[in-house]
């Protein structure tokens, strides 16, 4: 499949970005619509993992179950045996029969073209359009101005202007996209849930926005408890560091920063050989200096300890000295699992 191509070339280039499909029935009405993620911050090696993955556990009205189903068997049926497997052999050759699955699964599958980090970049391009337009003023309209006064005060942290107008036109995947990262910048994630109808999507960008471990907390268990799903409970934990659950859980969508939590959570239970496991499974060279850091850092305060046990109790100026040494490693042992 295509996306699968697509994700082992971004893997092997060590780069990411991301595209919105959506996926019809017969009658070309919308069953489904997600992000696929492609190269290095990608969860799945291709569509069908995702689809198969998601549609299972994404709870649904139950006259809605059969449609479900249903896509759960196109997409089982139409894809080839050599896409099923989580390792898939580059390039396969594939049957004429095998072809024409794949031509008759795309045609239900509509492709928009979006970025990783679509937000950042959708206001960074704008801006590029705003300088290039300065240069050329008379040539823009009352509307253009408009679109560009928007956007200007979206890069500055006012969203609202950009909202207003995204909502009262006919929106193109990129721009729908855009509006979700916007109404969840606002907190409004019942709106971005309703664009999306994928709560684990808005979940995995509600861990991955930048605030406060109290203020992120706060909104993924207020989305939890009405939208409940296993991310939500896995990064809830990671937060509350709650190390045993974080460590037990096996079925997630599994990003780079849940798999840094998983490692996190081992290296805070002691358990070096599991954190190493899971961080082969990330090219996230930030998790294995984490790694790293961590035995470092354990190796030296396991010698202070030593050297206390040896030092004389009457020698009380050099107990005082060797403890406050271990106390500051242990603030950079804190400092490497849960700051980096």
């Known amino acids: 499949m295509a996306t699968h191509d697509l994700h082992q070339a971004r893997s092997e280039e060590g780069t990411s970005c991301s595209g919105d499909f959506r996926l019809f029935d017969q009658k070309d009405e919308l069953l489904y619509r997600g992000t696929f993620t492609f190269g290095t911050e990608g969860t799945y090696p291709n569509l069908y993992h995702q689809v198969k993955d998601r549609v299972q556990r994404i709870r649904t009205k139950k006259e809605d179950n059969a449609k479900k189903m249903w896509i759960l068997d196109e997409i089982e049926s ?16 594939m049957s004429s029969i095998y072809q024409s699955r794949l031509t008759r ?50 890069l500055q942290g006012e969203e609202s202007s950009l909202i207003q107008l995204l909502e ?67 990064d809830i934990a990671a937060l509350e560091r709650n190390h045993d659950t974080v460590a037990k859980t096996e079925n997630v969508e599994w990003t780079a920063p849940r798999v840094s939590a998983k490692v996190t959570a081992y290296l805070s239970l002691g358990d070096i ?40 109790s009457k020698d009380t100026a050099a107990r005082e000295k060797i403890q406050a040494a271990i106390a500051a490693e242990e603030t950079d042992l804190e400092t490497i699992l849960y700051l980096n």
């Open 78 to 93: 139409e894809t080839p045996q050599d896409y099923k497997h989580h390792s898939v052999r580059s390039n396969p050759i």
């Open 273 to 312: 050989e599991s954190a190493n496991e899971w961080a082969s499974k990330t090219n996230e060279p930030d998790v294995q200096v984490k790694i790293d850091k961590y035995q470092d850092i354990t190796a030296t305060i396991d010698g202070l300890n030593e050297k206390l046990k040896k030092t004389s």
């Open 105 to 154: 699964l795309q045609r239900r599958l509509i492709y928009g073209a979006a970025t990783a980090g679509i937000l950042f970049t959708s206001l960074f391009t704008a801006t590029q359009w705003l300088i290039d337009k300065e240069a050329h003023a008379e040539q823009v309209t009352g509307i253009e101005q408009t679109w560009l006064d928007a956007y200007e005060q979206a």
């Open 168 to 234: 009262r036109k006919d929106r193109s995947e990129e721009e729908n996209a855009l509006l979700v990262d916007l109404y969840l910048a606002e907190g409004e994630d019942q709106k971005a849930l309703e664009l999306t109808d994928d709560p684990i999507l808005i979940e995995t960008k509600l861990a991955g926005l930048d605030l406060s471990d109290k203020e992120k907390l706060e909104r993924l268990r207020d989305f939890q408890a009405s939208h409940p799903t296993d991310e939500g409970a896995f």
